[in-house]
């Protein structure tokens, strides 16, 4: 079996959009268009016969999603200057030089720097500014314009989430996570091609039209317009060349928004117009911290996974074009708001106030403002899609907002409680409530109600966020009883389920995860077959045969061009590093991790990878440089802490790996790795201090049975053989398998001249039928030596 000290990370939701010309066409003539045009013509190409959609779309917030900063930009927009505000420890202001925007910052050193901002994002909520900076990037500023308040803010420190249980800082607004060429220009401009040299790590980004234009949802028009050309006015022609999107069906509706508004992981390049969401992305959902523990939205999500949650499109027949226009605009806004829920629900429709008890036509008797409340996060609104009601348990249990007190801003949680209670049923909150103590303490690692998990996703309880949550937090549990619920789920309905559990089978190394890996490698879906064929490379190379080879070479050769979709993501070449490390090829994961560090140099996973690949080829001194430099960036950092002690400890530095085995055990609660391996390095010196670890890490970890068994000895040693013989008994019981306690227990027997019980224990050893041939024959050997010492 392979050795896995790989934390296996997906990261940086990266959704796709495309690329655009500008070029009219409509009076060219048929012979000359070929010649003129690219598959993609652009929107001005289409306003000729589609006028009123073109001036619909030009002024909408899809159409104007990024533009260039002019003076008319200016004056028609920014109404404020010159306020000096903090970023960090410098200071940043915004003047107008000529035509543009000039964002001046003074250092704390007091040198000067100024930024001209050439691009604008947004304009709903925020203007976001970008400015050229070395290497073809475009970064975005960090100053940002409330279009509410007319004032500027630090953009950085509105970022910041207030998790429950982790720390959040401000990113330097330099991060690569604000470099628009890396991040946010998928849904921001049309056709796009980023243009990386990865040797260079420079861009050359260009794209045919700012905005999300028409193409992006319809498809290369050249076609089109050729084929209308071809047939003349007042003639439409049989076949239009053009993706028709009032020919969706809803989930193709849903996924051509959900491109843009999910919160993803890219898993093939180029989204194209009709195609199913999970064959471009895979969701992130609740195993994330972005989300309170009930599902509400805490950072930012961008709609996807809430909606997923959505029992209405869970139905079948509801999707985002029915409230809202291709252009994003609310259909249902003003006196017409509630017939957003019309006609599936008339009955409350039409009986407002006996459903709402709020007044008809009041703020409170709106379907929307209980169903789908907004919050906001980094000063822009959200509205909460999964269209459940209002839960003040769930914020007096978790800190998520609820509808009744983002209207009744001056009550609390407590307040919203009781006057719930006099109006509905208590017990629609129960299973929100229960299920968000579940993620919480699996996300916490806390395993003391597995058994309810299992059991629900066992019965099919959850719904589909749910069940991927709660798979993707099992993947940090060690418990075996998990592995028959995962296999199942691996045929469920969802290919978003399917995924994640094919996913998690990358640490079970059975027979009958490799078979039914196998199986899925053919999944209809593409994010099925990753996931799939990822686990698949964790496995053994025996495990592959004459029957399957061809069908797993291709799997991987999938894979692999998968993860290398966006070559400027340093968290592709790092999970790109992690499926060579996978495949033993050590060369190629370095230059992987190499690569993706050369993108973002702070990345401490693929240092700390790095590093442990160049431990096994045998290069202490680059691995512990590359350690060392992972905690010089985050000094606490868990893996780097564990990976740097156990270097000192195989090289024969012993004082240096006790130091950073102590460091993690004090930045890591209850780790059984550290007290493991610092018991034995204490017990060369003193044996107490190694009974008192290594019962730590026994109690800390009990469903390991090596830091039981590793207890026992030391209690040996310490001349308690009365407590590691009734601990060695116990764990025979608990893991009958593990062969070295049989060893362990005779030896301790025979010391105190039972002989006789010492062979009863070798014996009980052998009729175990779960043992090897290599163990059968120790053992027979053992039994030898004990029944010779006996005569």
């Known amino acids: 079996m392979k050795s896995r000290s790989f934390i296996l990370l997906v990261f940086l939701f990266i959704i796709i959009a495309g690329v655009v010309v500008l070029i009219t066409l409509r009076n060219a003539k048929y012979k000359d268009l070929k010649d003129r045009v690219a598959s993609y013509s652009g929107s001005k190409s289409c306003q000729p016969c589609h006028e009123r959609f073109y001036q619909l779309w030009h002024d909408s917030h899809h159409g104007m999603a990024m533009q260039p900063v002019t003076r008319k930009f200016v004056e028609d927009n920014i109404k404020t200057f010159n306020q000096r505000i903090k970023v960090g420890t410098d200071i940043f202001e915004v003047t107008m030089e000529g035509d543009t925007l000039v964002f001046k910052e003074t250092k704390r050193s007091g040198q000067l720097a100024k930024y001209p901002a050439i691009h604008t994002m947004g304009g709903k909520y925020i203007y976001y500014f970008l400015t050229p900076l070395e290497g073809g990037r475009l970064q975005v500023l960090p100053l940002a314009y409330d279009c509410k308040t007319d004032s500027w803010y630090n953009n950085p420190e509105s970022g910041v989430r207030h998790f429950e249980t982790l720390e959040d800082a401000p990113l330097d607004w330099m991060n690569h996570l604000y470099t628009f060429n890396t991040t946010c220009y998928n ?39 050729v084929e209308c050309v071809k047939a003349g006015d007042d003639n439409i022609p049989e076949d239009l060349k053009i993706v028709q999107t009032s020919k969706y069906t809803p989930d193709q509706n849903n996924a051509a928004c959900g491109s843009c508004h999910a919160k993803a992981t890219v898993i093939a390049q180029e989204y194209e117009p009709r195609a199913r969401f999970y064959d471009y992305f895979d969701l992130i959902t609740l195993e994330n911290h972005d989300f309170y523990a009930d599902g509400r939205d805490l950072g930012e ?24 226009t291709s252009s994003g605009r609310y259909r249902f806004a003003g006196e017409n708001a509630n017939d957003a829920c019309m006609p599936c629900h008339a009955d409350k429709v039409n009986n ?54 983002i209207c009744h801003d001056d009550k609390d949680a407590e307040w919203s409680e009781r006057e719930i209670m006099n109006t509905h049923r208590r017990e629609y909150q ?27 996703l066992n019965e099919n309880k959850f719904d589909k ?73 964790s496995f053994p190379v025996e495990y592959i045969t004459e029957q399957n080879r061809i069908k797993i070479s291709e799997a991987l050769a999938e894979y692999e061009n998968s993860l290398v979709t966006h070559p400027d993501n340093w968290s592709a070449h790092y999970n790109l590093g992690n499926y060579y490390s996978n495949l033993n090829d050590f060369d190629k994961a370095l230059k992987a991790y190499y690569n993706s560090i050369k993108i973002y140099p702070e990345a401490i996973m693929p240092m700390v990878n790095a590093g442990f690949v160049n431990s096994l080829k045998g290069d202490y001194s680059q691995a512990k440089n590359l350690f060392k430099r992972a905690l010089s960036y985050a000094p606490d950092h868990e893996a780097a802490l564990l990976n740097l002690a ?3 400890g195989e090289t024969g530095n012993g004082e240096l790996a006790k130091q950073y085995f102590k460091r993690l055990m004090d930045v890591s609660e209850n780790n059984s790795i550290a007290a493991y391996n610092l018991a034995i390095l204490e017990s060369g010196n003193d044996t107490g201090k190694a009974v008192e670890l290594s019962r730590k890490a026994m109690e800390w970890d009990p469903d390991n049975a090596k830091y039981a068994y590793t207890h026992a000895f030391y209690l040996a040693e310490y001349d308690n053989t009365a407590d590691a013989k009734k601990l060695l008994g116990d764990l025979i019981e608990k893991f009958p398998s593990f062969i070295d306690s049989y060893f362990l227990l005779s030896d301790i027997y025979a010391s105190e001249d039972k002989s006789g019980m010492a062979v009863d224990i070798i014996n009980k050893a052998l009729n175990n039928q779960n043992i090897t041939m290599e163990e059968k024959q120790a053992l027979l050997n053992r039994l030898n030596e004990l029944e010779k010492n006996e005569n």
């Open 352 to 405: 407002v106030t006996a459903h709402t008890f709020h007044k008809e036509n009041s703020p409170g008797s709106e379907c929307i403002a209980c169903h789908m409340p907004k919050t906001v996060f980094a000063r822009m609104d959200r509205s909460d899609h999964s269209f459940r009601p209002p839960m003040p348990r769930a914020t007096m249990a978790f800190g998520s907002p609820n509808a009744c007190n």
């Open 465 to 537: 966020v749910y069940t991927t949550s709660f798979i993707r937090l099992l993947e940090n549990c060690a418990d075996t009883a998990k592995w028959d619920v995962i296999l199942k789920l691996t045929h469920h309905e969802s290919p978003l389920v399917r995924g994640a559990a094919a996913h998690s089978l990358y640490s079970n190394y059975s027979k009958q995860a490799f078979s039914r890996l196998v199986e899925m490698v053919e999944d209809d879906y593409r994010v099925v077959r990753l996931n799939a064929t990822f686990s698949i490379s």
């Open 301 to 324: 999500n961008y709609t996807m996974t809430l909606w997923e949650m959505n029992k209405c499109s869970a139905s079948g027949g509801l999707h985002c074009v029915d409230c809202h």
């Open 187 to 225: 849904c921001h401009v049309s056709q796009l091609e980023t243009n990386y040299d990865l040797d260079q790590n420079t861009y050359n980004t260009t794209w045919r039209e700012p905005g999300i234009n028409c193409e992006t949802c319809h498809g290369p028009c050249y076609d089109h317009i």
């Open 430 to 456: 129960n299973e929100t409530i229960e299920n968000g103590y579940l993620i919480r303490k699996a996300r916490a690692g806390d395993w003391s109600d597995l058994d309810k998990i299992l059991a629900g």
């Open 646 to 648: 156990l270097l000192y």
